[in-house]
């Protein structure tokens, strides 16, 4: 473990990269309300890829899996993979239709408003805010586990950290500042996890050893016809693909795609990856 000293100093380090980036970015134009808040028609398939797999990609996405598959094995791996690819393959039709109806709509909640009345607007918009909030305290806990695992940092100190930095380049660039870090954190996690699969492909010696060793203590966890792992992958795939239509995010992300096409794509690829 490295010393709670340095790796506070990195924490505050890489914290005030991406919010100085961020800022920096923002201040190269002025731009309307309608783009802090949505960033209307500004972002092409590659860039929408990219942000929506930088919001995917909070901390707890380590865990997660790795924890379903000790006791759900293959079939609830699968199930968690397939519900995280599910909200924006449904999203594809869903944006489109909210895109050709409203085109200066900018979330879920006025399409439902429009279409459906205010009490499932009522009822939409309660539900958006509360799974927001668990998201985003599971991301900020899921954070500040990860850094106690490097040194014995306070997760209140991790959380005011990022927190604090998130709070700088979004208040002052709006969604178009969340994109651009967004990019800039895909290239950099990218060659990360290429490297890491890399090195523990080698430290386990292939996927053999571990697929022997799977079959000899746990062998349930390589059935696929597991009742088990059915039920969780089952559960992980309708959770997912429920919550993941209600995440605020990616709703605005289907404005700021540039067109109809570019917003396809960008879900498409998005989801796959």
Same mark, same amino acid.
């Not at 985003?136 to 990022?162: F, H, R, Y």
């Given at each position: 473990m490295l010393s709670s000293t340095t790796t506070l100093a990195w924490l505050i380090a890489f914290a005030a990269i991406f919010a100085a980036a961020g800022v920096m970015y923002s201040r190269r134009s002025n731009d309307s309300l309608e783009d802090f808040i949505i960033?209307?028609? /500004? &972002? /092409? /398939?590659?860039? @929408?890829?990219? @942000?929506?797999?930088? $919001? $995917?990609?909070g901390a707890w996405i380590l865990f997660s899996p790795a924890q379903a598959a000790t006791w759900g094995g293959l079939a609830a791996v699968i199930g968690y993979a397939v519900g995280s690819m599910s909200p924006r393959i449904a999203m594809i039709p869903l944006g489109q239709r909210m895109r050709t109806l409203i085109p200066e709509g900018h979330t879920l909640t006025e399409f439902v408003l429009t279409r459906y009345g205010k009490p499932m607007y009522a009822l939409t918009l309660v539900i958006m +805010?509360?799974? +927001?909030?668990?998201?985003?305290t599971a991301e900020i806990t899921a954070i500040a586990k990860l850094v106690t695992l490097i040194a014995p940092i306070p997760l209140w100190v991790t959380s005011l950290i990022v927190l604090g930095a998130t709070l700088i380049y979004t208040s002052y660039g709006g969604l178009k500042a969340s994109i651009f870090t967004d990019k800039v954190q895909m290239l950099v996690i990218v060659p990360l996890l290429v490297v890491l699969v890399a090195f523990g492909w080698q430290a386990i010696g292939g996927l053999r050893p571990a697929v022997n060793a799977l079959e000899l203590s746990a062998p349930q966890l390589l059935n696929l016809s597991d009742p088990i792992g059915i039920k969780a992958g089952l559960t992980f795939f309708v959770a997912i693909l429920l919550t993941?239509?209600?995440? &605020?995010?990616n709703w605005q992300r289907v404005y700021s795609a540039k067109d109809i096409p570019s917003m396809r794509r960008g879900f498409l690829l998005g989801g796959y990856w």
């Amino acid at each position: 473990m490295l010393s709670s000293t340095t790796t506070l100093a990195w924490l505050i380090a890489f914290a005030a990269i991406f919010a100085a980036a961020g800022v920096m970015y923002s201040r190269r134009s002025n731009d309307s309300l309608e783009d802090f808040i949505i960033a209307r028609n /500004s &972002q /092409s /398939s590659t860039a @929408t890829v990219l @942000t929506l797999l930088a $919001s $995917s990609l909070g901390a707890w996405i380590l865990f997660s899996p790795a924890q379903a598959a000790t006791w759900g094995g293959l079939a609830a791996v699968i199930g968690y993979a397939v519900g995280s690819m599910s909200p924006r393959i449904a999203m594809i039709p869903l944006g489109q239709r909210m895109r050709t109806l409203i085109p200066e709509g900018h979330t879920l909640t006025e399409f439902v408003l429009t279409r459906y009345g205010k009490p499932m607007y009522a009822l939409t918009l309660v539900i958006m +805010m509360f799974y +927001m909030f668990i998201a985003l305290t599971a991301e900020i806990t899921a954070i500040a586990k990860l850094v106690t695992l490097i040194a014995p940092i306070p997760l209140w100190v991790t959380s005011l950290i990022v927190l604090g930095a998130t709070l700088i380049y979004t208040s002052y660039g709006g969604l178009k500042a969340s994109i651009f870090t967004d990019k800039v954190q895909m290239l950099v996690i990218v060659p990360l996890l290429v490297v890491l699969v890399a090195f523990g492909w080698q430290a386990i010696g292939g996927l053999r050893p571990a697929v022997n060793a799977l079959e000899l203590s746990a062998p349930q966890l390589l059935n696929l016809s597991d009742p088990i792992g059915i039920k969780a992958g089952l559960t992980f795939f309708v959770a997912i693909l429920l919550t993941g239509l209600f995440h &605020q995010g990616n709703w605005q992300r289907v404005y700021s795609a540039k067109d109809i096409p570019s917003m396809r794509r960008g879900f498409l690829l998005g989801g796959y990856w």
